[in-house]
């Protein structure tokens, strides 16, 4: 079977899954929504409410679930190439503690954008990642020409665990309610409600996917160990660079759309790699638009099970990931 | 084995009764002759402590909790830690004779019960529970009569109050204590149990969220949307107020829904206002606060 075959194959079975869960589920929700009205534009869209249900609460929110999915899986995907190790995750290199940091300073001192009209928690959110990945990735470069994993993965390690601390310290200064708030943006909240935080995003995302896309190649490479993959020609280091820049910038965009929603950038790219086998060329779109499709539907499950109260969506992705990923540990290769 | 056994048993007798010994002097020194009432009082819950100056009892507090600022007196007495963070050493250090807790402080109030001193249970319950504590509480610092006459005065209040409105029609009402600046993002809202819900109950509105017996809800668009409150109402704290100028720009992000009833009629109201989050003696106020944003007819 030819590579492109399997490329079509891949896409088009991945992607008609993706097509059809974003499509099925805005129709689905807590509240019964009557569609005729829904789509008929002879109403004004101010007085329509089964319009507004549909376009201002559920379809954004289907959008953001399918976006941050795809973000954190493809993530993962590239995560796990660079450092050679099945059990990293988007988190691993403290992007999402540096985004929660941010996040957090943001809620419980109030900050606001008021003048320019925008909240200032995914904002925050965004520069807190951003100043994670150039901490981390200045000192993985400190004492190397190239980009040390093992450093790269201690330096993301510690400050995973500095910027935690960091976190509780901010709590300690919070009120009692704003530590409710941020405890509830740590379990991920997808009710984006406008289409402006995907679309403050989609650049970010789009820089992301273009490097994943000629990223493929060179994480096969990787997989072969660093000196196999520089006797073959490939620009080692470059490439670490980039897919830790690219996978950075992703993880940071999803997490300021939705807060850390773990579990998917690890459940995600295991699933798609029994599925596809491990050829980056096609795990990479596979796992991104099966991640798409996993988020929109924990999500459907988070907004409606407990109807009319929601569940947070990390709860559900934690509730299947946790003992798929203890599976993972202890199944035998 | 039973040598080594042996051998052991006496050393642990020892620090057994030593512990015995330990354990059981300060249960000695505790249960004080029960006087009528208490000289040194510190509460660690900024709607019991409102109480307690309320019914008279302001002058024999000496230390309160970290988040109290009403009434103003407070502010010049040391801070002893909050709901989180309590500061036992200073607390013992300060010789109270009676300590307010929250319900779910149990660390502390071990350690109070072993030091002997007197402890206040509160918990925040409905509307009910402020004037149930107000007795108590009096009961507890000899001073039931003004404590009675207060709780009367409440009650009387509350019930004005009702009757002012009880032939008004009830504005379907979202109750919002909390959201994500600039963005409908994060919304907790009123569930149906709690004082908030009391308060808007008697301040004449229907609460969206009935149904749901809880005190908070988190409220998602889609919910709001199908709800389709009349009025809604975001209440904070008084000290988080909006700066000026800001205060048009979160009424505008409630814009978005514009089909729901009260964003197209513009019944969209901020009031940060402690009388109506903390469920204390100023209750009445607050309610009444509550009241004439719903019913402006009625209050003139």
């Known amino acids: 079977m030819t590579l492109a075959w399997r490329f079509a194959r891949t896409v088009l079975g991945f992607g008609a899954l993706a097509v059809a869960t974003v499509l099925l589920a805005p129709l689905v929700g807590a509240t019964a929504i009557d569609f005729r009205r829904a789509f008929d534009f002879s109403i004004p869209f101010a007085d329509n409410v ?46 999402s503690t540096g985004a929660a940091l941010g996040a957090v300073l943001a809620i419980t001192f109030n900050w606001s954008l008021g003048f320019i009209g925008i909240s200032a928690v995914p904002v925050a959110a965004f520069v807190g990642s951003l100043v994670a990945v150039a901490i981390v990735y200045a000192l993985a470069q400190a004492r190397h020409r190239g980009l040390s994993t093992t450093v790269l993965l201690l330096a993301g390690v510690t400050m995973n665990a500095f910027f935690s601390a960091m976190i509780l310290f901010v709590q300690y200064f919070a009120s009692f309610a704003d530590t409710y708030r941020t405890l509830r943006w740590l379990m991920g909240d997808l009710d984006v409600s406008s289409y402006e935080p995907l679309l403050a995003a989609l650049p970010t995302a789009t820089v992301a996917f273009v490097v994943f896309a000629w990223l493929a190649r060179p994480l096969n490479l990787l997989s072969l160990g660093p000196d196999s993959a520089e006797s073959r020609g ?30 998917v950038g690890i459940i995600i790219p295991h699933l798609v790699r029994l599925m596809v086998g491990p050829d980056h060329r096609l795990v ?24 009319p109260v929601e569940l947070p969506v990390g709860i559900i992705t934690a509730l299947l990931g946790g003992p798929f990923f203890l599976w993972l540990l202890i199944r035998k290769p | 084995m039973a040598a080594h056994q042996k051998a052991l048993t006496r050393p642990v007798a020892a620090l057994a009764a030593l512990l015995a010994v330990l354990a059981a002097a300060p249960h000695r020194q505790a249960a004080p002759a029960p006087a009528r009432g208490v000289a040194r009082i510190i ?12 019914i008279g009892a302001g002058p024999r507090v000496v230390a309160v909790s970290s988040y109290d600022t009403y009434p103003p007196e407070v502010k010049r007495l040391p801070n002893v830690g909050a709901l989180l963070d309590p500061n036992v050493e200073r607390i013992l250090s300060l010789k109270p004779d009676l300590v307010v807790v929250y319900g779910s402080q149990t660390d ?23 004037t149930a504590t107000i007795r108590a509480l009096g009961a507890r610092t000899g001073d039931a009569a003004r404590a009675e006459d207060l709780a009367a005065r409440i009650d009387r209040g509350i019930d004005a109050i009702r009757r002012k409105v009880h032939d008004r029609p009830k504005p379907r009402t979202l109750l919002v204590f909390g959201r994500e600046r ?4 994060g919304i907790y809202a009123s569930g149906g149990t709690g004082f908030m819900d009391d308060m808007l109950t008697a301040a004449g509105g229907a609460n969206v969220f009935a149904e749901v017996k809880m005190e908070a809800v988190q409220a998602s668009t889609e919910q709001i949307l199908a709800k389709r409150p009349d009025v809604i109402v975001e209440t904070r704290a008084t000290n988080s107020a909006f700066a000026v100028g800001e205060r048009d720009a979160e009424l505008n992000v409630w814009k978005v829904l514009g089909a729901i009833p009260a964003v197209r009629s513009n019944r969209v109201y901020f009031l940060f206002d402690d009388r109506i ?24």
């Open chain 1, 50 to 95: 089964d319009a507004q249900i549909f376009f201002v609460a559920r379809l954004p929110r289907t959008l953001a679930g399918a976006c941050v999915g795809g973000l954190f899986a493809a993530s993962g995907v590239v995560f796990q190439g660079l450092l050679r190790n099945p059990l990293a995750t988007p988190f691993t290199l403290g992007v």
């Open chain 1, 284 to 307: 990479l779109p596979a796992a991104t638009l099966f991640g798409a499709a996993f988020l929109v539907g924990c999500d459907l499950i988070a907004r409606t099970i407990l109807a």
């Open chain 2, 43 to 54: 509460s660690l819950v900024p709607a019991v402590t409102e109480m307690i100056y309320e």
């Open chain 2, 182 to 185: 600039m963005a409908l993002r």
């Open chain 1, 234 to 263: 490939l620009d080692v280091a470059r490439a670490q660079r980039a897919a830790f820049l690219s996978a950075s910038l992703a993880t940071g965009a999803a997490v300021s759309i939705g807060g850390p929603i773990g579990f």
């Open chain 2, 108 to 130: 502390l109030k071990q350690q109070l019960a072993r030091a002997g001193v007197g402890v206040f249970d509160y918990r925040h319950a409905g509307l009910e529970g402020v």
């Open chain 2, 277 to 300: 989050v903390i469920p204390g003696p100023r209750v009445v106020e607050g309610t009444e606060a509550l009241a004439r944003t719903l019913h402006p007819d009625v209050f003139r």
